[in-house]
């Protein structure tokens, strides 16, 4: 599906990507919920590229943080050379003054994101190797720290569960002194939307806006609880088991970061994210989402009790 853009837009564009450079086609790209993506086909010195422009319209997302473009810039520059296949930043626009809103422009990455795989196991080895590679980058004079998203002090007892009692004890423990863990460069949202795969292999990692140096239990409990929503805690597990296989020393489970993870995603009743229907997860529905996240509850209130 071919779209259009303000010509506002299209012109920083073709000032960002070079002299000569004409683009051909712009469509929509799946999964972007609290931004817009468009792929944009650009034809230039009788080379066609493709490009993939973000644009931040989510107003309230702006006001709790203004730099996101910014944000998002950095974090591309400070991952390319370090092992991992991440878009290259062609430009950003910090207020919107140029391009019509705040905005990066990078290359695009080869690669679909498979939510079906067909080897389960080595699916999962590679989330988690992928994963263990990013923490191997500490985050020396990376400017953006990890905050927690939700404050667990004021979180109100969830009626949507079945379990209201034991979310009520996980914000208090949420709410309590935080365990001494190790720090790193984090991707910060990490899971299985934001990574790319061709022949069975992952070809780059996406959407790095809210990368940071932060706990590395926070990036594998997030992408735990996607992957609890999506297929339930024993996958999410397996995946805990392949990343502590890959990390070796450099990482010691709490099972702690895991409820902070947990908490960080509420907003109300949970629901299904869009994004996976849109990558052909139809078989969700938000009550499965309740049931499955009350599982994955209990399972890491079990390994808080025994940690």
Known sequence: MNITLPKKTLDWVVKSIGEGAKIQRVQPIAGGTSSTLRELLVCRADKTESYVLRMFSNKEWLEQEPDLAQHEAESLQYMRC?????????????????????????????????????EEQVWIDELALTLAKIHKTEGEEFPFEHFSYNNALTME????????????????IAAGIRPQTQLSFIHRDYHPSNVLWEGGKITGVVDWVNACVGPIGVD???????????????????FLAAYQNYSKESFKYHPYWDLLSL????????????????????????????????EYLLSLLDRFDEH
């Open 263 to 294: 908490i960080d995603i509420l907003d109300g009743p949970p629901s299904v994210y869009t994004g996976w229907l849109e990558f052909g997860m139809i078989g969700l529905s938000d009550e499965l989402i309740q049931h499955r996240l009350d």
């Open 157 to 172: 007892r969830p009626l949507w569960s079945k379990v209201p009692n034991e979310w009520m004890r996980a914000f208090y």
């Open 220 to 238: 594998v409990g997030h992408c735990r609880v996607n992957l609890a929503q999506l297929y339930g805690v024993s996958t999410a597990d397996r």
């Open 82 to 118: 370090r092992g991992i296949t991440v878009p290259q930043l062609i430009a950003f626009d910090q207020t919107g003054e140029e391009c019509g809103l705040p905005a990066t422009l990078m290359t695009k990455i080869n690669g679909e994101v498979v939510l079906q795989p067909m």
